[in-house]
């Protein structure tokens, strides 16, 4: 099986550097031309199935790269961003200490008060991931945010810490991964 995980296109939100976690906030149209040139790179591939968070901008990622309408896009709250708690809509660089040395190093530095854990994301995504595995999928395609992408990776990668924190995934990179007989390797990143 072929796993193809996404980052959403650009927001308002990213342009503006903002945590954006659960806002539901929709592609502008940077983030729109970002995903029709993700699926222009991938060529004519047909997806068995596309995933994506509930979130709207994670959902049209995926109708986009995926080439499906909206409607069969199949929605996932596993796969949903990091509840960023109090941070939400906060600067990048405007964050303290506490939430500034977890997102850089969260094998570290715990998750602040409001801030979804780690233990949380990684649990969520290999659940997620474990019954995928389970489908008859050839290719399939995930379509979802920067946060949760780096444990989907983790899992993908085998990862003993469950995580691939670095390098921070960019709007609309596409991250292929082979599963096979339980093992997983990351096959080729599409920039």
């Given at each position: 099986m072929r796993i193809w995980v996404t980052r959403h296109g650009q927001t308002r939100l990213n342009r503006a550097k903002l945590m954006q976690g659960l806002t539901d906030e929709p592609l502008n149209e940077t983030g729109i031309r970002?995903?029709?040139?993700?699926?222009?790179?991938?060529?004519?591939?047909?997806?068995?199935?596309?995933?994506?968070?509930?979130?709207?901008?994670?959902?049209?990622?995926?109708?986009?790269?995926?080439?499906?309408?909206?409607?069969?896009?199949?929605?996932?709250?596993?796969?949903?961003?990091?509840?960023?708690?109090?941070?939400?809509?906060?600067k990048y660089f405007l964050l303290g200490p506490a939430m500034t040395l977890y997102w850089a190093l969260p094998e570290i530095f715990p998750a602040p008060k409001t801030v979804e854990t780690i233990a949380s994301m990684k649990a969520r995504s290999s659940e997620f991931l474990m019954e995928l595995e389970q489908k008859g999928y050839e290719n399939v395609l995930i379509s979802c945010h920067g946060g949760i992408m780096r444990a989907l990776s983790g899992y993908l990668t085998d990862k003993k810490n469950g995580l691939m924190w670095r390098p921070k995934p960019h709007n609309c990179e596409i991250r292929v991964f082979e599963s096979k007989n339980g093992k997983h390797k990351l096959i080729r990143t599409i920039k």
């Open positions: 970002q995903a029709t040139e993700a699926r222009s790179k991938i060529g004519n591939i047909s997806f068995d199935a596309v995933y994506a968070s509930p979130l709207d901008r994670a959902v049209k990622t995926g109708a986009i790269v995926g080439g499906v309408d909206p409607a069969d896009v199949i929605i996932d709250p596993r796969i949903i961003e990091v509840d960023f708690g109090k941070y939400e809509q906060k």
